[in-house]
């Protein structure tokens, strides 16, 4: 991987230069994003400033893919064809930052009204696209081949990748099949640490509705219901003896329930009940154990309530992905080349230092079924400010998590996630010099 370092060494001023002479603008970008968050399938607003951004650098933009994501293609000649995607959505959890642009944003559901806020960084993820596709606009003595950006939606919701890809990305659309797929992601580390680790690095996942059926009434009289809140209740717990008890202890695998729905009164039994259920893990085995395992665990309680059959308990089945695996290769070349950005080998970790982990993501969604077999990686970038996650290590924690309303990017990772982002994509284009 010498090439990739001596390239990464020999364009690191230009690159600071780059990113220096355009900071305040980014940081205004990202200010703004973070300030109006939007969820899963609904980032009309941030998908409307990314496109703007990405048209007046000179990118051709295909807009609403999937319904509200977008791609920007530039040629520049003969060579690969590069893929580097940004997620755009927000969580639906309030900020609980006393930063002065922190999110006050409240949205009307179908089913309630929630806080939204980016309690994941992806609002840093959009901003670090916009900064790296400036730079490729403006250096492209520096590549050569075809780079397409892509603003995807609906991330947290394990959907956005397909939607887009089903949309017909790369047959309605004509964007073109890329050789590489490149994504990063904000970490509740140190500004200046990068994990790029080859291997298994995330989880699969599935996401779907329980909905259990009783018969409602009056919260005086129970004997003369059907109460599903019990059923749901006696499933919650019923589903995690799957994991302790089906699952092998060498595996790992997670369900949680992150959500119960059921009646508005006090003094009301419910006719219905919502589970909202996650599963996590890393082979179809599991993931067939854990999901025939609720189906039988959902029949068996409503059979106990004595339930006609036509009121046994319904799925509904939403995103999903597959276990997220890092090409060696490819990740191996683009951790050579941030060696001359991080400088401290300790701040670069690999999979010899951070394992796999249990989160998820869908960005190999977008090359997965494609008949040119992508190479992919995806690293995480660390966006906490440096002494406050010093502090935080000395107590055996981090400053925040991701998903929490604490969560917060500290300014210096703007330009920092940047150079990240532009010399890891340089490294792809130029890993065959």
Request: with cysteine; net charge neutral; aromatic share 8%.
């Amino acid at each position: 991987m010498i090439g990739a370092i001596a390239f990464a060494q020999n364009n690191t001023t230009v690159i600071e230069q780059a990113i220096a002479k355009d900071n305040d603008k980014f940081v205004a970008i990202f200010k703004d994003l973070h300030q109006n968050p939007e969820l899963g399938f609904h980032e009309t607003r941030t998908a409307g400033i990314a496109a703007k951004e990405l048209k007046s650098y000179g990118y051709t933009v295909t807009e609403h893919i999937g319904k509200t994501g977008i791609a920007a293609v530039m040629k520049n000649g003969n060579g690969p064809i590069v893929m580097y995607r940004a997620d755009m959505d927000a969580n639906a959890v309030k900020e609980t930052t006393n930063l002065p642009y922190k999110s006050t944003k409240v949205v009307e559901l179908a089913d309630a009204t929630t806080p939204v806020g980016h309690m994941c960084g992806h609002d840093a993820h959009v901003t670090w696209l916009l900064a790296t596709a400036k730079f490729f606009a403006e250096h492209k003595d520096l590549w050569k081949g075809t780079v397409i950006f892509i603003g995807q939606p609906a991330e947290e919701l394990i959907e956005g990748a397909r939607a887009m890809t089903e949309d017909g990305l790369y047959t309605k659309y004509g964007i073109p099949e890329p050789d590489y797929l490149l994504g990063m992601h904000t970490a509740p580390i140190a500004v200046g640490m990068v994990i790029a680790g080859s291997g298994v690095r995330n989880a699969g996942t599935d996401q779907f509705d329980v909905t259990f059926y009783g018969i409602g009434g009056h919260g005086s009289t129970p004997n003369l219901t059907k109460d599903p809140v019990v059923m749901a209740a006696a499933a919650i717990m019923q589903y995690q003896a799957i994991v302790s008890r089906a699952i092998d202890p060498k595996h790992a695998a997670v369900i949680t329930v992150g959500s119960v729905q059921a009646g508005i009164d006090n003094n009301v039994i419910p006719a219905s009940a919502l589970l909202k259920v996650n599963l996590r893990w890393f082979n179809e085995k599991d993931r067939k154990t854990m999901i025939e395992g609720i189906k039988r665990i959902n029949d068996g309680i409503a059979y106990a309530y004595n339930m006609d059959k036509d009121k046994y308990p319904t799925i509904k089945f939403k995103g999903w992905s597959y276990p997220l695996v890092n090409d060696e290769q490819l990740t191996n070349t683009v951790r050579s080349a941030l060696k001359p950005v991080i400088k401290n080998d300790k701040l670069l970790l690999d999979e010899t230092m951070i394992p796999s982990s249990m989160g998820s993501e869908d960005f190999h969604h977008l090359v997965f079924d494609n008949t040119k077999k992508a190479a992919y990686c995806f690293i995480n970038v660390g966006v906490a400010e440096p002494k406050r996650f010093e502090e935080a290590i000395k107590k055996g924690a981090v400053p925040f998590v991701n998903h929490n309303g604490n969560f917060e990017v500290d300014l210096s990772a703007i330009p920092f996630g940047s150079k990240v982002g532009i010399t890891s994509l340089l490294a792809v284009f130029n890993r065959a010099k």
